[in-house]
């Protein structure tokens, strides 16, 4: 089967509704690089909703302008990149970044993050984002090892409140 890397729409609700509760088990097992915006959806219809009205504004001060983009392979979506499009919001600049993402447990060292955070850095360069802020916890191996496959060049390490620490990189998106 052909990947393919799209927003979603309505006739996505199963396969969105699988995908995140694999995502919510393994975060509530305790697996620390799950992100922390991973939740339970009761309507998926107003999430969707919600999600493509972020697209172009928020009413949430210091929140971002976000697409989320998901990777799906047949049936299954597979991963999601959320692109923040304002890195002045919030913490973003500190820690959050332009990027988060995540990958299934079931999906993950297939390469998959790598063709949707080549394919996110395309739509920076399109908005003229010559300059991506991507990070990830210190110890996240696969995670830093995908940043640095698609050019990222470390800047610097940030201690979290909570005492995690974070690699910050930077990738020209030209």
């Given at each position: ?7 979603l ?6 396969r ?13 097992s ?40 998901y ?17 002045d ?6 820690e ?42 210190k ?36």
């Amino acid at each position: 089967m052909e990947y393919k890397i799209r927003t979603l729409n309505i006739e996505d609700k199963n396969r969105f509704e699988k995908f995140n509760n694999d995502l919510l088990k393994e975060k509530n097992s305790g697996f620390r690089y799950s992100l922390s915006t991973i939740k339970e959806i009761n309507n998926y219809e107003e999430y969707l909703v919600e999600r493509n009205k972020l697209e172009n504004y928020t009413i949430i001060p210091n929140y971002s302008t976000m697409t989320t983009f998901y990777y799906l392979d047949g049936e299954d979506i597979c991963a999601k990149i959320d692109c923040r499009w304002e890195l002045d919001k919030g913490n973003l600049s500190t820690e959050g970044g332009h990027i988060g993402y995540i990958t299934s447990p079931n999906f993950r060292g297939k390469g998959i993050m790598y063709k949707l955070l080549t394919f996110a850095l395309t739509k920076y360069n399109k908005r003229n984002i010559k300059q991506v802020f991507i990070t990830a916890l210190k110890d996240n191996k696969a995670s830093r090892a995908t940043i640095e496959k698609v050019g990222g060049i470390l800047e610097s390490y940030y201690e979290r409140e909570d005492g995690e620490i974070i690699a910050r990189y930077w990738v020209t998106t030209t």
